[in-house]
């Protein structure tokens, strides 16, 4: 059986080390002669761009872009809806700039998705580099469970502990393959035709809760599912509580969800 036609991408912003890491991951424990990685710099101002561009990876499967102006993740991401179409890609995957593969989970995850073509968005089981496995499959948020979410930091028991584990879903086997209604944008698998279709992330989020909408937007085409079979690690870099800018841009893009989306329903609010 002929091997899935894939891509990826990852948005860099700062940490030239980390994306360099991420990129000879991903390069050297995916063999598929046509897979192509792009590497999207989102004019970071520490000169990542330039040396991201100046980097012999010495594997003619990579593309770096440098934009010139900070787009945003979601925005970065889209740049290369285009790319994508013109590849014939059938597996897109959204990649972190601190993921590190282990093995070619990129292949069996798309093979996996082609194989059943009621699936249109998957997310692996992700660890810490400590070998910690992480919370990220998650329930269709609500403002109660983001609230609970944000504030279960300061108030580690009680009411908000319980409604976080059960945001994380904390209560179900997470140790077998199944449907989930949140897929994190860290590491998410993406059937190409439909992400193109669905016009890829929504650009008018700049920062946060936007992978939360892309898997709305996907589940109107489809299921989403957790994959744990396979697995990569994540660094993992989450600090909106200690930064009070950062904070606010996450308040400001769960209003935007919350706007579009109804908390009953999938369709979006217009």
Not at 95 to 118: C, F, H, K, S, Y
Not at 233 to 247: N, S
Not at 252 to 258: I, K
């Amino acid at each position: 059986m002929a091997s899935p036609r894939i891509s990826a991408c990852i948005v860099a912003y700062c940490d030239y080390e980390e994306v360099c890491a991420a990129v000879r991951s991903v390069l050297a424990h995916t063999p598929a002669p046509d897979f192509r990685l792009f590497v999207v710099d989102n004019a970071s101002p520490d000169g990542c761009g330039d040396r991201l561009l100046a980097e012999d990876f010495a594997d003619p499967r990579v593309t770096v872009r440098k934009l010139d102006e900070n787009l945003g993740f979601g925005k970065g991401h889209n740049s290369v809806l285009p790319d994508i179409q013109a590849l014939g890609s059938q597996v897109h995957f959204i990649l972190n700039p601190d993921i590190l593969l282990q093995n070619d989970v990129l292949t069996g995850m798309a093979a996996w998705m082609l194989a059943r073509p009621e699936v249109v968005m998957a997310t692996p089981q992700l660890f810490y580099p400590d070998g910690r496995r992480q919370d990220l499959p998650r329930r269709k948020p609500t403002p109660w469970l983001l609230l609970a979410r944000q504030l279960v930091e300061r108030f580690p028991r009680g009411v908000f502990a319980r409604a976080n584990d059960h945001y994380l879903m904390r209560d179900e086997d997470l140790s077998v393959e199944r449907p989930i209604q949140f897929c994190t944008g860290s590491f998410a698998a993406v059937r190409s035709e439909v992400f193109c279709k669905a016009g890829g992330f929504d650009p008018d989020y700049f920062m946060y809760v936007e992978d939360a909408d892309l898997t709305q937007k996907m589940l109107q085409h489809g299921q989403v599912f957790l994959v744990p079979q396979f697995h990569a690690v994540h660094a993992w870099h989450r600090a909106p509580m200690r930064d009070a800018g950062r904070f606010r841009m996450q308040l400001v893009s769960m209003g935007r969800y919350f706007k579009k989306w109804s908390v009953r329903s999938r369709a979006p609010r217009r």
